[in-house]
């Protein structure tokens, strides 16, 4: 059965929340269901499972989105899950860029990925990410639009692709 809207599941970034200008102005176009993610990894990651597990009826029309260490837990369930993922100025080295004790970010082939990266990011390196993920993902990069990359209309716009190459696969 296709499915005509997607499914966005947000993740925040680290010391952010799932209230944030970026998740409301998502929802004004999308469904959005954004968890509110502990900070220790442990707990991080059985609460995200848990909450992706709650939605299993909806698997098939999800898409994980995620900036900075919210890019590192969409890449980790689509890597688990084989669910698209939108990555945006992902954190795959955390221990470093953010100071927090989490394993770095791996990257497979399990999941379609779009990976969103500015260069002017003043909190992460982006070529980490570019380094990391360049053969297992489509790598986009803009000049501008900082760490926190509130361009809406570019991430609908990756969603609205990702989600149709997702029900034209189907």
Known sequence: MK?????????????????????????????????????????????IKHFIDSRRDDWNRMILVGTSLGGYWANRFS?????????????????????????DLFATSSGPKIVLLARDDDVIDPTIADNMLRDYSQIVWFDEGGHRFNRIDIISKYIDDMFNRLINFT
């Open 3 to 47: 499915t005509e809207t997607p499914l966005v599941v947000y993740f925040h970034g680290w010391k952010s929340n799932n209230q944030s200008e970026k998740i409301n102005a998502l929802s004004e176009k999308y469904e959005v269901i954004a968890p509110n993610i502990p900070e220790d990894f442990k707990e991080a990651h059985l609460a």
């Open 79 to 103: 890597n688990r899950l084989g669910m698209p993922a939108i990555l945006i100025n992902p954190s795959c080295i955390p221990s470093v860029t953010i100071g927090v004790d989490y394993p």
